[in-house]
């Protein structure tokens, strides 16, 4: 996917070298944007690293300047797959509301169809990437004949499910960039778009880190020198009561405009002679070098379908919390091994494992487990202490047994690694588990798993999960880290596996407070947690715990746990507050969505999927029941027959389905054949359009060869029985021309 887009922006860029924009207008310089260490050599050189619009071209024909038209030769043939035009920008706009560990960004601006004769159209696509962990939350784009914009709508309640289940467009690339498109739009347009997503903010030594995908390609920029260009950049902090806030570093010109109670805001409205070339980044810290946290309640909205009460309790590591002591660690890692695992993921795994071990420390221990349909193990007996003969041990053991093959069973590597923890309760026991499939008995690993933790109390080891690509079932990864108290993540980009799960693994390993209860939730009535188990604080980001209640809490709460680096009580006291001017149901939507989707995949409950559902039209974050839909609205000043204004509403707007953007419960048949984690990704041109393209293409060149005055002259002296053969093959082959007219149409007004 990630290559087709990058190619078909590569085909975009060298028929812009056709145009012509005038005397005094130089052609934009086309550079190819800086690859970061994610990407592959070449094949994702052109993905977009902020907002984009392309304009989508069939018929590289069209490709002309709207103003200044120019003479051009005639172009022979089509593209096979759509090219790519980068769409010139004429302002951009970001706004960032922050609160606690969630950022809610929007980016707006203008851009001109440069690319493309007045007298022709063409389709438009939108491509933006949506940030860490981000959640698309709505889509605006306004052109002077009609609006668009996207709205959710719950699978049970839609008409028309063949047609969600048929939608070829609205998906995300690499699991991180969000694109659409538009129907056709006349060259010469501007077209306003605008984008809504929220994303998670990194913590890293105190700080919150923002980081907006902001760097813009030098072939965006207009070629018309007279033209301002101008970016504006807003910054609003909540850093909610009883916290505090310093500003740290941005990557462009902040002001800071005023404070008001625990809001702070920052501006920058400036012209720039160019486009931004760096993403925007902004980074404060929220607490002081102590462990600090806070409890806030909030009553529903009026729109809530849940009339519960809603709670937010958060720790902050700290900056002095993180102990120079060592304390001792067990760690397991469990790593798939299995026939889908070939190739570049495997050996991002092997680096990310690998470096971890080197982290141990001396008074660590570890094992190794390496999983397909059978299990081996690098110590057979027990754990081993993680001095450097082990390590290097180890490591030549991964290097030799981490070869891709087989299949995938992996209730065995678990049962083995539970056996292995000692039950010193002075250890910090973990597993890490690795893998890229789905199986069968899951349901019941997760109830195999939760008897022999219950067993062990809270010393029980803790159990972190992390799943790649669309064919592992990620909620019976998160379903296994919220039974395990650990923690889960994923990654749908092949390229991002190293640097994803070595932050896992080195976050999991660093805990400073384990065992947290909170006394006051004792008392609730009609209490549900999100997680269910309270997972341990650790020094590389803080712990969010959200909830729905009845009751009344105490003024203020007693928070309790185990100091790790030294065995002793921790008890902290914190005052109760009420949540002012924040959402939290908008604040922890995609937490509590997935944790009621993982609860209702382990139950089976109608119950749970109903409020998922209804939590995602609340909150405007997609998830496993509710699908995306672009509404067109025709705009219209003047109507020769006036109806009644909602009939007329009613006639002007068009629905276009969009691809549903869960991940699903995982793919088993995928996994029993072994297939590779980027076969799921969706195409970004289905076969069918291309075949029924080269057929088009294949006729049109026919038809070309035939009408020519050489092809009239021999039809003169042809008998009348060969001049009606060849009369029924033309006649054929224009079918074939009318057969694209015919599918244009019918797609119109499908869309």
Not at 408 to 428: R, V
Not at 467 to 475: A, F, K
Not at 702 to 719: K, S
């Amino acid at each position: 996917m990630a290559a087709e887009f990058s190619a078909a922006v590569d085909v975009g860029l060298r028929l812009c070298k056709r145009i012509y924009y005038g005397k005094d207008a130089a052609a934009p310089v086309v550079s190819v944007p800086p690859r970061t260490a994610e990407m592959s050599p070449e094949a994702e050189s052109y993905l977009p690293a902020a907002l984009m619009v392309y304009a989508e071209v069939n018929d590289p024909a069209v490709v002309d300047n709207p103003d200044v038209p120019s003479y051009q030769p005639y172009v022979h043939g089509r593209c096979e797959t759509p090219a790519l035009i980068p769409l010139h920008m004429h302002g951009v706009s970001v706004e960032v509301d922050c609160c606690l560990d969630t950022a809610f960004v929007t980016v707006g601006g203008a851009w001109r169809v440069h690319c493309v004769s007045a007298s022709r159209s063409c389709y438009c696509r939108i491509a933006v990437p949506i940030g860490e962990q981000g959640s698309v939350l709505g889509v605006e784009i306004e052109t002077p004949s009609k609006s668009y914009s996207t709205q959710l709508i719950s699978l049970q309640e839609t008409a028309d499910a063949s047609k969600v289940e048929s939608s070829k467009d609205g998906f995300l690339i690499k699991g991180q960039i969000y694109t659409l498109k538009i129907p056709k739009v006349s060259g010469g347009t501007m077209l306003s778009v605008k984008v809504s997503w929220s994303q998670k903010l990194l913590y890293q030594d105190g700080q919150f880190r923002l980081n907006v995908p902001f760097s813009f390609p030098s072939y965006v920029n207009p070629v018309s020198k007279n033209l301002v260009k101008n970016e504006k950049i807003s910054v609003n902090i909540n850093s909610v009561a009883g916290t505090e806030f310093s500003f740290r570093s941005t990557s462009h010109p902040l002001k800071r405009i005023g404070d008001e109670d625990t809001k702070i805001g920052f501006r920058c409205e400036r012209e720039v002679p160019m486009w931004s070339v760096n993403d925007f980044n902004f980074s404060y810290n929220v607490c002081s070098s102590e462990i600090v946290g806070g409890l806030l309640l909030q009553s529903p909205s009026t729109n809530d379908f849940d009339r519960r009460e809603m709670f937010c309790f958060y720790l902050y590591p700290g900056k002095s919390s993180i102990s120079t002591k060592v304390f001792r660690k067990e760690v397991v890692f469990i790593v798939d091994i299995s026939a889908s695992m070939q190739g570049s993921q495997l050996e991002k795994v092997k680096a990310a494992i690998l470096a971890s071990l080197l982290n141990l420390n001396p008074t660590d221990s570890f094992n190794v487990i390496a999983f397909n349909e059978k299990t081996s193990l690098f110590s057979s007996s027990s754990l081993v202490p993680a001095n450097k003969e082990t390590i290097k041990e180890a490591s030549d053991w991964i290097e030799v047994n981490f070869i891709a093959k087989g299949g995938t069973n992996i209730s065995a590597p678990l049962n083995e690694a539970i056996k292995m923890f000692t039950k010193n309760g002075d250890l910090s026991p973990v597993i890490f588990l690795v893998t890229d499939g789905s199986v069968e008995d899951e349901k019941g690993i997760c109830d195999s798993m939760r008897s022999q933790l219950v067993k062990g109390g809270l010393t029980s080891p803790r159990i972190c999960t992390f799943g790649i690509g669309l064919y592992c079932n990620h909620y019976f990864l998160q379903m296994l880290a919220q039974i395990g108290r650990g923690y889960y993540d994923a990654a749908f980009d092949i390229g991002s596996i190293n640097a994803r799960l070595e932050r896992l693994i080195s976050n999991a390993s660093s805990v400073i407070v384990a065992d947290i209860t909170v006394d006051a939730l004792k008392n609730l009535d009609s209490l549900e947690i999100y997680p269910f188990n309270i997972p341990d604080l650790l020094s590389g980001c803080p712990l969010f715990i959200t909830g729905r209640f009845r009751g009344d809490f105490p003024e203020n709460v007693e928070v309790s746990g185990t100091l790790v680096a030294n065995s002793s009580n921790f008890v902290m006291k914190m005052k109760v507050q009420n949540a002012k001017d924040i959402s939290l149901d908008k604040i922890f939507a995609r937490r509590q969505i997935n944790a009621l989707t993982t609860n209702a995949w382990f139950s089976g409950s109608k119950e749970l999927e109903e409020k998922a559902t209804n939590l995602s039209l609340l909150t405007g974050v997609p998830s496993e029941y509710t699908t995306i839909i672009l509404v067109e609205t025709i705009k219209n000043k003047s109507l020769s027959n006036p109806k009644t204004l909602q009939e007329t509403v009613k006639e002007q707007k068009n629905m276009i389905y969009m691809r549903r953007l869960g991940i699903g419960c995982g793919n088993i048949e995928a996994t029993f054949e072994n297939r590779a984690p980027e076969n799921a990704e969706p195409k970004l041109y289905e076969s069918s359009e291309i075949i029924f393209r080269a057929a088009s293409n294949l006729c049109g060149r026919l038809v070309d060869c035939c009408c020519c005055m050489c092809f009239i002259q021999f039809c003169n002296r042809v008998n009348d029985q060969c001049a009606i053969a060849l009369t029924q093959l033309c006649t054929a082959l224009a079918c074939f021309g009318c057969i694209e007219m015919c599918c244009d149409v019918c797609s119109c007004e499908c869309d």
